[in-house]
């Protein structure tokens, strides 16, 4: 399943945050982005996990409370013209 993980955290809780996920390796690191240099201390990341639970376990401990992690899907072209007829 894939998950969009939202992780926001303040000023002061910021190099935390990203010490955090940068001890998961590089190749962790590179699938968040973030905001924190333009003054938004958030980062967001699409992960792949089993489920929601191991999907939260991926967001830094320091703002795991506090962050959104929902599952996401893309839609085809087909499923979005069903829609219209049920």
């Keep these: ?8 955290h ?3 809780e910021c190099l935390q945050a ?3 996920v940068l ?4 190749g962790f690191l590179s699938k968040f982005d973030w905001g ?18 191991a999907a939260r376990s991926m967001v830094p401990a320091v ?5 959104r ?3 996401v899907t893309k839609f085809t072209p087909e499923q979005i013209r069903s829609f219209h007829k049920t």
Excluded: F, Q
């Design 1 to 8: 399943m894939t998950y969009l993980i939202e992780s926001s």
């Design 10 to 12: 303040s000023k002061e």
């Design 18 to 20: 990203l010490d955090d």
């Design 23 to 26: 001890a998961r390796g590089p």
């Design 36 to 53: 924190c240099m333009t003054g938004d201390h958030t980062g967001w990341a699409v992960v792949e996990a089993p489920n929601d639970t």
């Design 63 to 67: 703002v795991r409370g506090k962050s």
């Design 69 to 71: 992690v929902v599952e």
